[in-house]
């Protein structure tokens, strides 16, 4: 059977047929003679005209922009994936995704971070703030209580170079995967706000940014010297969330039965809520 050359019209309109008219606050029944939106409403909740729309399914407009595909995507409530996929069938990257999936956590996600009860499980956004923690990463970084972004913690915190004493190392990782993060969203305001700031004020930042190396986080050993329980030694590994494109969940585990475990417990243990 040959492949067919519409792909991206026959995708759009497989997809409108799934949307129930209610779940846009359209109504349902009445004289609809076929499953879910027209093309009309399609074209009306992506703000583009319905001869516009009407040539994509038909397959006589081949070059949709990111930004109408975004609308489209919208209006059709796709999922990532689905999104995704739109996009590539259109001949183009997929983009980052919508603000909001980048700075909120998924509730299975939160449920996942008490999975982790022996070790320092949190959430980066793209800017690396920490967006939630389980009890163990929040007795963790307790010595930064109040400042929730780790790069400004990094180069701006009083205790940072005590608390980390790879800081040098870990501070190169950290920029080198800031910058990766930079071009993947290229308008993040955090970003952008985080750069600047730290470009004017840490003369460290600005050298290890003008480097112009990139990297992502992925497994790495830290050591982190906490003031009320030593020296502890954690294997970290970073998880993409596929749910939110630029989090990415870390988590630090210490050696089964090391000293660095028995000082983690300890710590959780005093920092655990009354």
Do not use: C
Not at 5 to 23: F, H, I, T, W
Not at 66 to 77: E, F, T
Not at 139 to 151: E, I, Q, W
Request: charged content about 20%; proline content about 7%; overall charge neutral.
């Amino acid at each position: 059977m040959a492949a067919s050359s519409n792909r991206l019209g026959e995708y759009l309109r497989a997809q409108r047929a799934r949307v129930d008219p209610r779940d846009v606050g359209l109504r349902g029944g009445g004289d609809r003679r076929v499953a879910g939106l027209r093309r009309e409403e399609i074209a009306v909740l992506a703000a583009v005209s319905v001869d516009y729309y009407a040539r994509l399914e038909q397959g006589r407009e081949r070059n949709p922009s990111a930004q109408v595909l975004d609308a489209i995507g919208q209006a059709l409530r796709l999922d990532l994936d689905a999104r995704g996929h739109l996009f590539r069938l259109a001949g183009l990257n997929p983009s980052p995704g919508p603000t909001s999936f980048r700075s909120s956590v998924h509730p299975e996600l939160l449920r996942l971070l008490d999975a982790f009860p022996h070790s320092a499980a949190y959430v980066l956004n793209p800017a690396f703030d920490v967006l939630a923690t389980n009890g163990v990463a929040a007795a963790l970084l307790s010595p930064f209580a109040g400042t929730v972004n780790m790069v400004r913690v990094l180069f701006g915190h009083p205790q940072a170079r005590t608390v980390f004493p790879d800081w040098p190392t870990l501070t190169e990782n950290v920029v080198h995967a800031l910058r990766l993060n930079a071009g993947l969203f290229p308008n993040d305001p955090e970003i952008q706000s985080l750069v600047a700031d730290l470009g004017r004020d840490s003369p460290e930042f600005r050298s290890l940014w003008e480097d112009q190396t990139v990297g992502g986080l992925t497994r790495m050993f830290k050591v982190v010297h906490h003031p009320d329980a030593g020296r502890i030694e954690l294997t970290y590994q970073a998880f993409d969330v596929r749910d939110a494109p630029g989090q990415q969940l870390l988590v630090g585990t210490p050696a089964p039965g090391s000293r660095s475990a028995e000082a983690l417990a300890h710590l959780a243990a005093v920092h655990a809520p009354a």
